[in-house]
């Protein structure tokens, strides 16, 4: 059996019906990394104790036992589940597993019983799980308290989140508990708790294993390969993408895999943020160095900014945050407009062969340049087409918006369902920045293919599929076609650099991107 020692240790929860499933989970888990397994004993259906005993001896990890009570059963119900549970959890002890977890609220009794070993060599863990809600940092203290009265060796809390800042108060408790602590903050919003558990000194992480998700919690395969949290330590820098939806994002491979070939002390974490004006008030501390924003955000993140670039404040969209390290104050950029104007142009650049064309004229110029979508990426590629000299037409589901963003480029704003018989000239430019087509809804697309055959080049700034409808028939029709992902190349590298003050390795981030589309 492999040893414990005081490396940061990954874990991951079982609840099978029989113990062979026990056995061949476990082993699944040991295979994808996982250093020990929680043995839910309360999820079998076992007719005999002996069963439990037979489990323990076939573990192949270290391996924390732990009884769940049910909430919802009479007084008789809860005696007989209660003496089942102590029997489960002393045999436990007797056969000296790694840990033995019991639940605050029945911790005292269990230490008090006849099934208490008391010269098992396991360790104790005394847990405790809180509903929703945001817990102060004086509760969270009082309830650590209670669960180190009970004489635990190691403590657990676990909690539901309604948003990420309920998280806050964890990793405030994790960096000042003076025992071991194991927390967990569950939901998509917790996901965090998991990600930054090893930064802020915390026991152990949870992860699940491939194949079987659980909402809030990172696969034991991405912590072990993406993350590489047994690499975490205090002055680590945190990086994250604000955004909601985030979990279809690749930001977290491409930035963390960079940040290991540069030999730069960072971590790049999916942040789910409702509100960003509360998050930026919550998460205040340099430890929190540098964001991405994604959608619905960048147009709000302008006013979350202390200082904005000259170029992010005509767009009126940021995507990426820097929190200054000389004075802490939030400065905000945007990387999106370059990135998918120069995306364009090489393409187009690249079709008349004519790659080496060092003049000033953009093959944009004089374009007609038709742009789907009116939010924060739509901005920028408004802005961008501008400087270039294109002549912009903007169609947007929210006319009012489209015709808030015609007038800030001098372009012209037309109602959404005249996109597909919009034909003033042929060779123009599509550029589509919406979401539409975004997996998992991939079969949608904003255009008809028969209005294809009028654009020279197709964009499209989703890039989750790769290839999405609209680009697959924009090149059935002949047109030059750019995928989002050469803009979110492009976009990286730019945030890259302001991430770490360093020159990015282009061409090994090009590579990660590609291998992981």
């Known amino acids: 059996m492999a040893s414990l020692n005081n490396k940061l240790l990954i874990c991951t929860s079982l609840e099978c019906q029989t113990v062979n499933e026990m056995v061949s989970s476990m082993a699944k888990a ?17 007719p005999s104790i002996s069963e439990v005993a037979d489990l323990i001896k076939r573990r192949t990890l270290p391996v924390i036992v732990s009884f769940r009570l049910k909430s919802s059963v009479d007084d008789a119900q809860k005696r007989d589940e209660k003496k089942t549970c102590f029997r489960v959890l002393g045999l436990a002890l007797e056969l000296n597993a790694e840990f033995v977890e019991v639940e605050l609220e029945v911790a005292s009794d269990f230490t008090m019983s ?4 008391k010269s098992s060599n396991s360790k104790l863990i005394v847990s405790s799980y809180k509903g929703a809600g945001t817990p102060s940092k004086e509760e969270l203290s009082y309830l650590v308290a209670r669960l180190q009265s009970i004489g635990a060796d190691i403590i657990k809390l676990g909690t539901d989140v309604v948003k990420i ?3 806050a108060p964890v990793f405030h408790l994790i960096s000042h508990c003076q025992v071991p602590l194991i927390a967990l903050a569950m939901g998509d919003k917790g996901l965090i708790s998991q990600l930054l558990c090893a930064k802020f000194g915390g026991f152990l992480v949870y992860g699940s294993v491939s194949g079987k998700p659980v909402p809030g919690l990172p696969t034991i395969v991405s912590l072990r390969q993406v993350y590489k949290i047994e690499n975490l330590n205090m002055d680590t820098k945190v990086f994250g993408l604000i955004a909601n939806p985030v979990g279809h994002s690749k930001s977290p491979i491409l930035h963390n895999f960079a940040f290991r070939y540069a030999s730069y002390n960072g971590i790049y974490v999916p942040m789910l943020v409702d509100d960003i004006n509360e998050f930026f008030g919550v998460y205040s501390c340099p430890d929190f160095a540098g964001f991405s924003v994604g959608i619905p955000h960048k147009e709000a993140a302008v006013d979350c900014c202390d200082e904005v670039h000259p170029l992010a404040q005509s767009i009126g969209a940021v995507n990426t945050i820097i929190r200054r390290p000389s004075d802490g104050k939030l400065v905000g950029y945007n990387t999106d407009c370059e990135a998918s104007i120069t995306a364009m142009e090489d393409a187009l650049r690249a079709r008349k062969g004519d790659n080496g064309d ?9 374009k007609v340049f038709v742009l789907v979508g009116a939010g924060g990426a739509g901005r920028a590629l408004a802005f961008g087409a501008k400087s270039r000299g294109a002549r912009i037409v903007i169609f947007n589901r929210n006319y009012d918006r489209a015709k808030a963003l015609a007038l800030s480029v001098s ?10 018989s919009f034909c003033p000239e042929k060779g123009m430019i599509l550029a589509n920045a919406t979401s539409i087509g ?27 599929p790769r290839n999405t409808r609209l680009l697959q028939e924009a090149e059935e029709v002949g047109a030059i076609v750019v995928s989002g992902i050469e803009m979110f190349i492009r976009q990286a590298i730019g945030q890259f650099n302001l991430f770490t003050g360093e020159e990015a390795p282009e061409d090994y981030m090009r590579k990660v991107v590609l291998a992981h589309s």
Do not use: W
């Not at 006849?114 to 070993?117: A, I, T």
């Not at 060092?358 to 004089?366: C, D, K, M, R, V």
């Not at 372009?411 to 597909?420: T, W």
């Open 114 to 117: 006849e099934y208490s070993n």
């Open 165 to 167: 800042t309920d998280v």
């Open 30 to 46: 040991k295979l994808e990394g996982a250093d020990l397994v929680e043995l839910r004993m309360d999820a079998l259906s076992f």
């Open 411 to 420: 372009g012209e704003a037309l109602p959404f369902q005249d996109l597909g």
């Open 358 to 366: 060092t003049s000033n004229t953009s093959p944009l110029a004089g």
């Open 438 to 464: 975004m997996q998992p809804n991939s079969d949608k697309t904003p255009i008809p293919k028969d209005a294809l055959g009028a654009y020279e080049l197709v964009f499209d700034s989703v890039y989750t």
